[in-house]
């Protein structure tokens, strides 16, 4: 039972590359989220998703984009990094709406230089 | 104000002692309230879950929720140091989106 998970564990990118965070859940659930983690900031959720083909934004979407084709999978595009990207992004996933938590991945630890 | 608000700590405490962490929160409208653990450089995990005021307890911890004055507690007891971690706070109105605290840093000295 995976759970929730995110590939890669860390990347390093050059201003002005793009990439694309993965994540995949095989709990079957509809809601999937996608956070950032600064130090001392706590998480700021970037977008969010409540079923296949529906996403919405979150608090910090600005250069980010999501789809959401499957039931199972909520990957994260970044296009022209730059430095103030620089973050931990977690991806979690709930099975309904308020009273379970989420299930968060493991994270993905990128670096814009 | 912002909606959610914890003392980032750091927090040291010896082992074997009561631990007290606090949140407190603006919004009248939240009525689940969880509390993440969160180990250095891995995502966060469901520690306790309570729904509206009172207490839950859940072996050495125990989360309490008092909605009047906007409040929130977790408690351990016989701290460890494997308690050593993050704890975030997050209150939730029933929607399926969280506001999460910024964390209090917990160091549990042996």
């Known amino acids: 039972n995976a759970g929730v998970t995110q590939t890669p564990k860390f990347r390093i990118l050059k201003i002005g590359q793009s990439m694309t965070l993965q994540c995949t859940q095989d709990?079957?659930?509809?809601?999937m989220y996608w956070y950032r983690q600064d130090p001392g900031m706590g998480l700021k959720l970037i977008y969010y998703?409540?079923?296949?083909?529906?996403?919405d934004k979150g608090e910090v979407p600005n250069g980010y984009n999501v789809s959401r084709s499957t039931t199972e999978d909520f990957p994260l595009r970044l296009e022209l990094a730059a430095p103030s990207q620089t973050s931990v992004y977690f991806c979690a996933s709930t099975q309904e709406t308020g009273a379970y938590g989420y299930t968060f991945g493991s994270g993905t630890r990128l670096t814009v230089v | 104000q912002k909606e959610v608000e914890q003392d980032p700590g750091p927090l040291s405490v010896p082992e074997g002692a009561i631990v007290s962490l606090n949140c407190t929160y603006s919004n009248s409208a939240f009525q689940y309230f969880m509390w993440y653990r969160q180990y250095s450089r891995k995502g966060p995990e469901l520690l306790m879950y309570?729904?509206?005021?009172g207490n839950k307890e859940d072996g050495r911890f125990t989360a309490q929720v008092d909605k009047s004055s906007k409040y929130i507690s977790l408690f351990i007891r016989d701290s460890q140091p494997s308690d050593s971690a993050t704890y975030l706070c997050?209150?939730?109105?029933?929607?399926?989106?969280?506001?999460f605290g910024t964390g209090t840093r917990l160091k549990v000295l042996a």
């Open positions: 997050a209150p939730s109105s029933g929607t399926y989106k969280y506001i």
């Open positions: 998703s409540v079923g296949a083909g529906i996403t």
């Open positions: 309570t729904y509206s005021s």
């Open positions: 709990m079957n659930h509809n809601y």
